[in-house]
């Protein structure tokens, strides 16, 4: 199972930027891929996740609004669009896959190596 990241750049305040994930090594179904991201000195935290079956998504409070997530199984690859970046949002972001439903670390078994997002004021 491997999971890679891409994407990641620098961009203004209230720029977009669209991240992938791009998975191989198992079948693109039924499974869950969530996004994540780490600031320095912070803890990871959940944005939101998405389902490979029937492609329903969930956000968690800081991004929703601004944030999307989509996927594209012929590809194999799940894209997170942001929105309105805010320096705050400035982090390493991961794509990670699991069953369970949900923004927990713990759900997630298999975890992509992340790639930097930076947002300049």
């Known amino acids: 199972v491997q999971l890679v990241e891409s994407g990641g750049g620098l961009v203004q305040a209230g720029g977009s930027l669209r991240l992938s994930c791009a998975a191989s090594?198992?079948?693109?179904?039924?499974?869950?891929i969530g996004w994540f991201r780490q600031a320095p000195g912070k803890e990871r935290e959940g944005l939101g996740c998405?389902?490979?079956?029937?492609?329903?998504?969930y956000y968690t409070d800081p991004v929703k609004g601004r944030f999307t997530i989509s996927s594209d199984n012929a590809k194999n690859t799940v894209y997170l669009q942001m929105n309105s970046l805010k320096p705050e949002d400035t982090a390493v972001y991961y794509c990670?896959?699991?069953w369970g439903w949900g923004t927990l670390p713990g759900l997630y078994h298999h975890w992509g190596q992340g790639t930097q997002v930076t947002v300049s004021s």
């Open positions: 990670a896959v699991g």
């Open positions: 090594g198992f079948t693109f179904d039924d499974y869950i």
């Open positions: 998405i389902s490979s079956t029937d492609s329903s998504t």
